[in-house]
T-cell receptor
């Protein structure tokens, strides 16, 4: 069974600072995908970044980067130069695999609050 | 491009009543997912459709939950009878790619239906 662990229930960060959100995962599949989603208070899930298990380089998308350490089974999200609009819940997720089933397994999330 | 549509946005019912949620995925998206998100937790997959066939319903409580995707487009999720612990946000998501392919194939989520069972 696949499992995602996010150990930071909440974080307070000063505006313009960089922030790292932790994520560790557990799977026996050699092929998997890791996702980060943002969920503002309005409730919609917004896709941020993706890392495939065979990708050689860490993924980057604008201010978002993923620190992928395969041997340690970690996929931390790094947000550079944080902004007030970054305040939200952040979820790490893994794509299930096997038999065509590819729903996501989510962690419990980290509530990030950016302070001015 | 229109996003994933869901209705209703909010629903309040009493326990043992039945309720149904509707989802219209992004046009052309073959794969559709229903997730349950209990307050303070991450979403949990309930069921996945590929066109109008079920790919994964291993976490669907089949004694009370049912879902269908007739004609491979819209989908409905039903709960009958509802329990207090069914209070949650029900999220529908869709993906363009056929299930099981490698690559990003992100899932696009709808706004959700917030269900309160009293």
């Amino acid at each position: 069974a696949q499992k995602i662990t996010q150990t930071q229930p909440g974080m307070f960060v000063q505006e313009k600072e960089a922030v790292t959100l932790d994520c560790t995962y557990d799977t026996s599949d050699p092929s998997y995908g890791l996702f980060w989603y943002k969920q503002p208070s309005s409730g919609e899930m917004i896709f941020l970044i993706y890392q495939g298990s065979y990708d050689q380089q860490n993924a980057t998308e604008g201010r978002y980067s993923l620190n992928f350490q395969k041997a340690r089974k970690s996929a931390n999200l790094v947000i550079s130069a944080s902004q007030l609009g970054d305040s939200a819940m952040y979820f790490c997720a893994m794509r299930n695999s096997g038999g065509g089933a590819d729903g996501l397994t989510f962690g419990k999330g980290t509530h990030l609050i950016i302070q001015p | 491009e229109a996003g994933v549509a869901q209705s209703p946005r909010y629903k309040i019912i009493e326990k043992r009543q039945s309720v149904a949620f509707w989802c219209n995925p992004i046009s052309g998206h073959a794969t559709l997912y229903w997730y349950q998100q209990i307050l303070g937790q991450g979403p949990k997959l309930l069921i996945q459709f590929q066109n109008n066939g079920v790919v994964d319903d291993s976490q669907l409580p089949k004694d009370r939950f049912s879902a269908e995707r007739l004609k491979g487009v819209d989908s409905t999720l039903k709960i009958q009878p509802a329990k207090l612990e069914d209070s949650a946000v029900y999220l529908c998501a869709s993906s363009l790619a056929r299930s099981g392919l490698a690559g990003v194939h992100e899932q696009f989520f709808g706004p959700g239906t917030r269900l309160t069972v009293l």
